[in-house]
């Protein structure tokens, strides 16, 4: 658990059980934030690692990709990890597609910034193999640890195992991508404190593979949805481990809601949302957002 911090989740978009909230439904009570309680330095020390981990370099982008790169690196990064269960294999594709949606997410936030926008690390994609099945993530119970936050927990602690990462790290905002599904009930993607975690259904959002309903009982309509709002999930929580929480009155169902925030269902809208003058001046005054050169203009639903 988070120390102090609110754990800030998609849940106008993807309640604890998985299915979208509609903007003119309130929200989950439990999905809108958690008050954790553990310390949050012993998290990286509790991810129960044990034995040697295989760190692999990413793929090489196809030469047909290769001018839908993101910027050259420019200042503090962000940099993006995917995480490949000890029980799974790591897909080439999956680099790929998050390679190309963090090039389309530069140019979406230097559109909103006034040029400004996030730089990404000299490997653009880390790959670590973890030393647990892609089932642990969901079932390790971790004293002190909810249901509701266990995925997100695990997850995020086998991330700061293999890469020294932690919260509030004042040099790099850490994006794990982790090819384990939430379980019924579990948070899955969600930011807080210059860390963010997505599952496998992110994963293969970005991929335009088939998504896995996270509940039995959840419409499969709302996972039939294209590339680009999955791309739309990376900037929200991406803004949200920059500090950015929800639009004021959001998570009340107000009338005064901005709903076509990036930051609340905008992410079905994305690229034509965008982030409101409060979230646009916080973001501003970021030590990771800077002027660089331009990134790619591309089809978000052909990454």
């Not at 995480?83 to 998050?98: A, E, F, G, H, M």
């Not at 700061?160 to 991508?177: M, N, R």
């Not at 950015?244 to 009155?249: A, M, R, S, W």
Request: proline residues 10%; charged residues 20%.
């Amino acid at each position: 658990m988070i120390s102090s911090r609110c754990l800030v989740v998609l849940a106008v978009v993807l309640g604890a059980c998985g299915g979208p909230v509609l903007e003119d439904a309130p929200p989950d009570e439990d999905s809108a934030s958690i008050q954790p309680t553990t310390p949050r330095a012993t998290r990286a020390n509790d991810a129960g690692a044990d034995g040697d981990t295989k760190v692999d370099a990413a793929p090489a982008p196809t030469p047909a990709a290769a001018e839908e790169l993101p910027s050259p690196p420019f200042g503090k990064p962000v940099r993006f990890v995917y995480l490949v269960p000890s029980d799974k294999t790591q897909k080439p594709d999956y680099v790929k597609k998050i390679t190309r949606a963090a090039a389309h997410l530069q140019t979406f936030y230097r559109s909103q910034l006034s040029g400004s926008t996030f730089s990404v690390h000299s490997t653009i994609v880390e790959v670590h193999t973890t030393p647990h099945p892609a089932s642990w993530y969901s079932t390790h119970v971790k004293s002190g640890v909810s249901m509701l936050e266990r995925w997100w927990t695990n997850a995020v602690d086998d991330g700061f195992a293999l890469t020294g990462a932690k919260f509030d790290d004042p040099d790099y905002v850490w994006l794990f991508y982790v090819d384990s599904d939430n379980a019924c009930g579990q948070h899955g993607g969600a930011g807080t404190s210059h860390v963010g975690a997505f599952p496998s259904n992110d994963l293969r959002g970005l991929a335009g593979e088939p998504k896995i309903p996270t509940c039995a009982a959840d419409p499969p309509d709302w996972y039939d949805t294209p590339p680009c709002r999955w791309v739309g999930g990376m900037a929200h929580e991406l803004g949200h481990a920059l500090g950015l929480p929800h639009p004021p009155g959001c998570e009340e169902n107000k009338a005064t809601c901005d709903a076509h925030s990036v930051m609340w269902t905008g992410v079905y809208e994305y690229p034509t949302t965008y982030f409101n003058a409060a979230e646009r001046a916080s973001l501003g005054a970021s030590s990771f957002i800077k002027s660089g050169a331009a990134a790619p203009n591309f089809d978000c639903n052909k990454l």
